[in-house]
């Protein structure tokens, strides 16, 4: 006879795991869908496209063991949703930025002092870029100064898309901390800044 107090221990059968569904599947299952939703804010084939396939690369890169969770239809939305309206806020900045630009005075023409300073940058510039690594400087020389798009390049260079991307986001880390000193902000004298 048992104990009132000391119950027998039940075997429960336990489901299996559901298995994540895995990075090609939740791809094609979601990706036209989510252009279709971004493209509703952005305005723009082009970058809804762009802006859904950054959301897939950076899934990628932080895969783990959250990806059962990060795959689901509902977090991809939100995902999708919260890049589109960042997108929207860089725009308006942009937007912003350049109407500002245009509205102010031309510049008074050089000193020989301003051209000697712009001499030095160009050649930082010039150097930063040349000690760049060979593939992110082809990328980015042909971002920058050929003016092509993330996917023109990738096709020119027969890379893919995200290399392009992940290049010129080197490219900029790495130019910008070597160009550091001429990039900080000129500092005010205590009696010019009142």
Request: glycine share 4%; net charge positive; proline share 7%.
């Amino acid at each position: 006879m048992l104990d009132s107090h000391v119950r027998s221990p039940t075997l429960q059968r336990r489901a299996p795991p559901a298995t994540p569904p895995s990075w090609e599947s939740a791809f094609q299952a979601h990706y036209v869908e989510l252009c279709e939703y971004v493209l509703r804010f952005v305005g723009s084939a082009e970058a809804a496209q762009d802006l859904v396939q950054d959301l897939f690369l950076r899934l990628w890169d932080s895969r783990g063991p959250r990806d059962a969770t990060r795959l689901t239809r509902p977090y991809l939305y939100v995902a999708a949703r919260n890049r589109a309206l960042k997108y929207l806020r860089h725009r308006r900045v942009v937007t912003a930025w350049i109407a500002r630009v245009a509205c102010e005075e031309t510049p008074p023409s050089d000193t020989p002092e301003d051209l000697c300073l712009r001499g030095e940058l160009d050649d930082a510039v010039q150097q930063a870029i040349a000690q760049l690594p060979a593939r992110c400087r082809a990328i980015f020389v042909l971002r920058r100064r050929e003016q092509l798009s993330y996917r023109e390049i990738a096709t020119r260079l027969g890379v893919s898309l995200g290399t392009v991307k992940s290049q010129m986001w080197r490219a900029t880390l790495r130019l910008r901390t070597k160009l550091a000193p001429y990039l900080a902000r000129p500092v005010i004298p205590e009696d010019r800044a009142g």
